[in-house]
Every structure is written in C-alpha cells, then in structure tokens.
C-alpha cells in the first residue's frame, strides 16, 4: 500500500474516498484550500474509518506548497479532486474557473513531474459528454462540453493526454462520474453544498429538513416515462470505491491516459428519486415542476462496462440505498458541518 495524496480531499467526494484509501491500507495525505469545504470533513473521515490523515490547509495552485508536500512525502500516487465545480457559476464567473481549474492542473502536473511520481488518478466528469442525444453513454462518445465547468474538465483531460504523449512514464486515469449522490452509511459524512444547492439530491434533502420550502423539479414533459429527466444516479461510496480501484490497477496499465465511467448504467427520472426519497424519510417532500433549464439533457446514464472489466469495479447500491444513507446524514446534521444560524 502507498502513501496518496489526495488534492480537495475535505471536499464530498474526496473525503469519501479518502474513508475508503484508509479502509485498503493507504496512508493518507489531503491538501484543500476549504473553499468549497469543511475541516469538519477530516475529522469525520479520521471518526468512521479509526484512522488518522495528515492534513494541510494550502492550495493546490500553489507551487511551494506543493514542493514541501512532496518533499516531505514519498508519494506512490495522486487523485487530483481540487476544482470549482458549480456549472451555473461557471458560466457567470468563467475567468475564475479557467484560471483555479486548469492552473491547478498545470502546477500540479509540474509538481510531480519534478518529484518523479506520474501515477494520478484525475477527477474527471460525464460533463465531458455534452448534451449527448444517445443513452447509455461510453467512452467513445465525441467530447464537447457545453460550459466553462465542463471544459475546464474536458481541457484538464486534453493537457494529460498531450503530457502523456510526450512523456511515456505517465500513467493516468481519468474517471468521468455521472451524478454523485448518498452520504457514508455511518450518517457522520455527506455533502455539505456552500448556499444553495447546484444539484437535486442536496437540494431535496435541505427541504425534507425544513431549510428550503420546496424543490423545484426542472420540467415536467420530457418525453420520459413520467415526463422529469433521466439521470444515473452513483452512490458515493461506490464512487470512492471506483479511486481505490484505479489505484490498485495502475501497475497493470499501459502507460498513457486511460478514461473511465464510473456510474450504475441505470437511469432514474427525477420523480423516480423524489419518490425513493419520499419512503425513506417517511413523508411527502414539497416540490413544484418548473421550466426546463436550458441546455438540459433528455437522458443520460453510463455504460460502465469498461470500469467494471478494467477496474474490476462495480456499482453495487440502489436508489433507495443512496436515498437512505443521505438522509441518515442530513437528518443528523441538518447545517452540514455548520452551525445551525442564530434563531433557528
């Protein structure tokens, strides 16, 4: 087992997968500016999986922080997390994106290459699909992201592959996920977005919590079996699991870029959660269907094929499990890993 380092290892994802590196005998190192996180997080990471992660506050733009972690650390690999992640606010502040995104890219990359480790494991998305018109998606589906996020993901992978390219010791995998959702079972660890929510499964849990009045379900007459959108729907733990896998894999791989996704290969609508959610928490959850948003896909879930015979990876948990272990988080921690504010 090696000692990883883990870039926006407080964030959602990250610190989920950090539980998981621990649980497979990683040694455990996360660097996180905790823009968009919670030292919190660490702390709870460290709580359910009995184990402690060395932790540095700093930025992953930042070269001399990076320098001193891998002075100090005789890395075996990186899982680069680190990244603004709101599409909405991508499009409103692209400058920002492009700069934090890729910069972080770029520096990291020069990074390693300076210390001689080259074995990364990329935080990559289905974003990189576009708005594709055909379900399920594989890894061969032309890449055009639709927004600054997406590109910023889509660019991240293209500067790999060109490092890649002209330098053959690199081995690096990129891992599209489809849509993260669920919280570690132990109810100590789940997503905590900053404001409000970009994304359906937060957003409905802060209502069932009495944070938001109701969800809004964005369209209801898409030609699906109950006119709301067909999303696939990953545990987050699953997600984890698929990094640990990648990790384990890397000996055997071929040098180069090599681009997985890392979903169920099921599509659920978004009534089809609603309702999951709904029987979990033991009472309706208010919503009201509105607009479509622009840009909107139909329908879109993974083919995992690749993930599942490569990685020898698997998603293995249902809507209801997602569902269940969200809310034994948001139950227990309504504010996240915030305070609840005065005169709640």
Same mark, same amino acid.
């Given at each position: 087992?090696?000692?990883?380092?883990?870039?926006?290892?407080a964030?959602?994802?990250?610190?989920?997968t950090?539980?998981?590196?621990?649980?497979?005998?990683?040694?455990?190192?996360?660097?996180?500016?905790?823009?968009?996180?919670?030292?919190?997080?660490?702390?709870a990471?460290?709580?359910?999986?009995?184990?402690?992660?060395?932790?540095?506050?700093?930025?992953?733009?930042?070269?001399?922080?990076?320098?001193?972690?891998?002075?100090?650390?005789?890395? &075996?690999?990186? *899982?680069?997390?680190?990244?603004?992640? =709101?599409?909405?606010?991508?499009?409103?502040?692209? +400058? $920002? !994106?492009?700069?934090?995104?890729?910069?972080?890219?770029?520096?990291?990359?020069?990074?390693?290459?300076?210390?001689?480790?080259?074995?990364?494991?990329?935080?990559?998305s289905?974003t990189?699909?576009?708005?594709?018109?055909?379900?399920?998606?594989?890894?061969?589906?032309?890449?055009?992201?639709?927004?600054?996020?997406?590109?910023?993901?889509?660019? &991240?992978?293209? *500067?790999?592959?060109?490092?890649?390219? =002209?330098?053959?010791?690199?081995?690096?995998?990129? +891992? $599209? !996920?489809?849509?993260?959702v669920?919280?570690?079972?132990?109810?100590?660890?789940?997503?905590?977005?900053?404001?409000?929510?970009?994304?359906?499964?937060?957003?409905?849990?802060?209502?069932?919590?009495?944070?938001?009045?109701?969800?809004?379900?964005?369209?209801?007459?898409?030609?699906?079996?109950?006119?709301?959108?067909?999303?696939?729907?990953?545990?987050?733990?699953?997600?984890?699991?698929?990094?640990?896998? =990648?990790?384990?894999?890397?000996?055997?791989?071929?040098?180069?870029?090599?681009?997985?996704?890392?979903?169920?290969?099921?599509?659920?609508?978004?009534?089809?959660?609603?309702?999951a959610?709904?029987?979990v928490?033991?009472?309706?959850?208010?919503?009201e269907?509105?607009?479509?948003?622009?840009?909107?896909?139909?329908?879109?879930?993974?083919?995992?094929?690749?993930?599942?015979?490569?990685?020898?990876?698997?998603?293995?948990?249902?809507?209801?499990d997602?569902?269940?272990?969200?809310?034994?988080?948001?139950?227990?921690?309504?504010y996240?890993?915030?305070?609840?504010?005065?005169?709640?």
């Open positions: 087992m090696s000692t990883v380092l883990v870039t926006g290892g964030g959602f994802i990250g610190s989920h950090c539980v998981e590196l621990l649980a497979s005998g990683h040694v455990v190192v996360v660097v996180d500016n905790l823009v968009n996180s919670s030292a919190r997080a660490i702390a990471v460290e709580a359910v999986s009995g184990r402690g992660v060395t932790f540095v506050h700093g930025d992953v733009a930042d070269r001399s922080t990076l320098d001193g972690l891998f002075a100090r650390h005789g890395f &075996g690999a990186v *899982i680069h997390f680190a990244a603004l992640k =709101a599409i909405g606010e991508s499009v409103a502040e692209p +400058l $920002r !994106y492009y700069g934090n995104n890729l910069g972080s890219v770029v520096t990291l990359l020069e990074a390693m290459q300076d210390a001689g480790c080259r074995n990364l494991v990329f935080s990559s289905a990189v699909y576009g708005n594709p018109t055909n379900a399920p998606i594989d890894e061969t589906v032309r890449l055009e992201a639709v927004n600054p996020y997406g590109r910023t993901k889509l660019m &991240g992978e293209e *500067i790999m592959r060109d490092l890649c390219a =002209a330098d053959q010791r690199w081995k690096i995998v990129l +891992l $599209r !996920y489809f849509n993260p669920g919280a570690h079972p132990s109810g100590e660890l789940g997503e905590d977005p900053r404001g409000i929510p970009n994304n359906l499964m937060p957003y409905l849990m802060q209502v069932a919590v009495g944070r938001r009045e109701k969800l809004p379900v964005f369209g209801g007459d898409y030609p699906t079996r109950d006119g709301t959108a067909i999303r696939d729907y990953i545990h987050v733990v699953d997600l984890a699991q698929g990094h640990v896998a =990648a990790l384990g894999v890397l000996d055997e791989l071929a040098s180069g870029c090599h681009a997985f996704n890392l979903g169920t290969g099921t599509g659920s609508t978004v009534l089809e959660l609603v309702r959610a709904e029987e928490i033991g009472r309706p959850v208010p919503f269907i509105v607009e479509r948003r622009a840009g909107d896909a139909v329908a879109v879930w993974a083919d995992p094929t690749r993930a599942n015979t490569a990685l020898r990876w698997r998603a293995t948990r249902d809507l209801r997602m569902c269940r272990d969200h809310w034994a988080w948001q139950s227990t921690h309504p996240g890993f915030g305070d609840a504010p005065e005169g709640s």
